[in-house]
Nanobody, 123 residues
């Protein structure tokens, strides 16, 4: 039984920072394709960042240079460090995972396990 539990969201002023965490159970994060997605009201869910089992990371243009995805294998936890936050970063942030059968996906539809989300509000 896979569980992904996000935490660390909150309300910050523009230019501030937050660190999101995703504690995983029932899977080993270093063996999965792991990603952070976000969804703002009235908008589609979009990928923010992904980390592959080999450590390769990829970001969307909006996240590049401001956000950093990482994982702690001992704690089996995924992180998203968010700096220089902007009001347009306001959204519910979700942790997601899928087994690496071939290449890691960029599409939300291919991620098989999801957390419940943590709200980030930037004003």
């Amino acid at each position: 039984h896979v569980q992904l539990v996000e935490s660390g969201g909150g309300s910050v002023q523009a230019g501030g920072s937050l660190r999101l965490s995703c504690a995983a159970s029932g899977l080993t994060v270093r063996r999965y394709c792991m990603a952070w997605f976000r969804q703002a009201p009235g908008k589609e869910r979009e990928r923010v960042a992904r980390i592959d089992p080999d450590g390769y990371t990829t970001y969307t243009d909006s996240a590049e240079g401001r956000f950093t995805i990482s994982q702690d294998n001992d704690k089996n936890t995924l992180y998203l460090q968010m700096d220089s936050l902007k009001p347009e970063d306001t959204a519910m942030y979700y942790c997601a995972a899928h087994p690496r059968n071939n290449d890691c996906s960029l599409r939300a539809i291919d991620f098989t396990d999801w957390g419940q989300g943590t709200q980030v509000t930037v004003s």
